[in-house]
């Protein structure tokens, strides 16, 4: 399983970028390699290397097709070639357990039926949902059956560069339309009422939740306790969650193959009891197989959990039937067949990171231990028993004594010992994640190692009181203990963790990292791991010249954005913010509202600010004055370098001049009483016209439209997105 593992997920990486849509050359692609490999069976040439060939261009070809296949299943029964372009008539089926925000209530959905000008059609598809949120909506849950009134459209790829391509992330699950609906334009036809495994699994997920609620504990104890047990992380609050990622122990918060191995474990010590029999083995493994698959579909089946509840999967059949294949055949074997029915997962950070994780640890931490050998006792203990022994303590007392003073080292190098192992543990599953956690979170928690020390070890503690507390919470007096002592152990835990947090430099964030010095730093680690285990100096080498030109790379890189000079104004809800980029140097231009609290387009702006290390960042508003050697603004104006820009707001629309001053853009912004671009031709001279994003869809579209007419170019940000202009 190990040697087709590889050539498979290639496939899968090459067909989700280059697709086929037609099944028959899937089906014969896949008959000639298979005759190709019967044939050089048949030849004896099957440890040959045309036969290797043969054998990984064949499982390359079946995962390139699986992905094909998976693109092609919108067929004509897809409810998008029924949608039509206005508001209609949908039937749909909750697929999820709903999730709440500030203002919306979200949810996947199964679309049954679809109406159009013709009538009703059966379809298929799914939907995402997004309910306008009050208290009926969040009373919606799995399996639920609706009819909705709304307008279906396609998820809108990234209206800024760099942003988080949610239409991406969205297809990768199946998802490709969304729909918004409002309180007056749904009803519930049909409760859920379908028995399933997946519907009793999410109702009794949610009195979990509920029971968790009414505990008495707070509720950030509470959204940490749900996270722990459930997977359910949408009670904790943003600033919990990022104390968590600060401190380095993020997964904490997230089901994972550790709480999953802590109840795979404790199921096994349940049946120590039992015998070795093959009766025996065979229910103690249906036993253990059917709490672990329960329990990761009650967690949501995260890919992290899939992975774990696979990997434990095939040791138990193993051990069931007395076989045992190596780890790493059980760790690609788990791959294969998840990535069989769902391929897309490859793609999926927690899927990465997972394998990632867990074969770092195998790996390296083995090594890692060797570096300092802990022994089991010290001289000195011994020393000191022989000199008991020769006479110095005769007594009962004095024996009694120098056992005790052993004990108590050999405890103390017990405890050693563990803390060594957790530190290997962390440092090998840290360093095989590096890359992609750099790439896809930008952000390093320098004292990683002090939080998974001291939190991490307790995880089995804390998982165990939530599960006492959802057991009997209901009984008086025992439940309000249980409560007591999971709010201490949450206490202590955030306490570790916010002490972690707050030390000095904990968290380097926001640093620049492309794919390919992810795909650099990768390489020499793996040649540096390669070194480190084998001991081989050709590794040794190459991951050294990997290094430098990684380092040649980043300088490259820094001297190219030195050089930049550029300005962008975002694509942001609600708000005109242009952005000014010198160098490292950036002039931040915005409204007073985004001035006062810079997290409210942090989503739009983060992305490219962090791609053009911007580290020297001068916020400013429309309405400060402002001048040095590279920009300028004041009343309505503003200068960068030779580009000059006049803003027509509300307040200054009807403002009279007696001259008409030259510029380059005309920006309009927060919609302004303009009948006709027109009459800003009469005002400025100007070479193009840009639409904020901060103006109605209705005027923005009547300006663009009147600007075509007059032949002016203008760029509409609230419906093309960002405009961005390179001037160097």
Known sequence: MLKLIFPFMLGIFIGAYHPIDNKVVIFVGLAVFLLALYYLAYLRLKRTWWY????????????YSIVSVHYMQRGPADFSNYCPDNYTWAEVVLQDMPTQSEKTVKTKADVLKIQDSTG???????????????????????????LVYTKITEVAPPQNPYQFNYKEYLQRKGIYYQAYISSDQYRVTQPASEISIFSVAYSLRIKMINLIKRSGLSPKEQGIASALLLGWDEDIDEETHQSFSNAGIAHFLSISGLHLGIIFMFIGYMFFWMGNSRRNRMIRGFVQLVVLWFFAVITGLSPSILRAATMFSLITVGEM????????????????????????????????????GVIGIVVLQPRIKELINVPTNLKLAQSLQNLWNQGFATSAFGKALAKSVQGIVNAFLWLVQKVWELICVSVAAQVATLPLTFYYFHQFPVYFLIANVTVIPFAGFLLATVIFVVAFSWIPVVGGWIVKLLSLEITAITSVTSFVEKLPNATIKDFYF???????????????????????????????????????????VSYQKEGQHKWIAYSTRNHLVMEFLCGNTSYFLSDTSVVANPKLVEFSTQGYQRNNMTNNRINL??????????????????????????????????????????????????????????????????????????????????????????GIPCHNIVTDGALEVIEN
């Open 321 to 356: 039937f007395f076989t045992r294949a190596s780890f790493y055949n059980n760790l690609a074997s788990s791959a294969f067949i998840l990535l069989l029915f769902r391929p897309l997962l490859l793609f999926d950070v927690g899927f990465q990171l997972s394998y990632l």
């Open 52 to 63: 290797a060939i043969v054998f990984n261009l064949c499982f390359a070809f079946v995962g």
């Open 514 to 556: 492309d794919k390919t010095m992810a795909v650099l730093t990768a390489l020499f680690i793996l040649c540096y791991a390669f070194a480190f285990v084998k001991r081989r100096k050709w590794a040794l080498f190459t991951a050294m010249g990997f290094s430098a030109v990684f380092i040649v790379y980043v300088g490259w």
């Open 621 to 710: 508003s429309l309405h400060d004055k402002y001048v040095d050697s590279l920009f300028f603004v004041d009343q309505g104006f503003a200068a960068f370098g030779n580009t000059r820009f006049a803003f027509v707001t509300l307040n200054n629309c009807k403002t009279k001049s007696s001259f008409s001053p030259t510029v380059d853009y005309v920006v309009l912004s927060g919609g302004p009483k303009l009948k006709d671009v027109g009459e800003l031709t009469q005002k400025y001279h100007f070479k193009q016209l840009v639409i904020g994003p901060d103006n109605s869809r209705y005027k923005s579209q009547r300006w663009q439209s009147q600007a075509d007419s007059l």
């Open 120 to 146: 009703w059609h059966s379809v298929s598809g799914k939907v995402m949902l997004f309910f306008r949120k009050d208290s009926i909506t969040q009373q919606l849950g799995y399996g639920d059956k609706l």
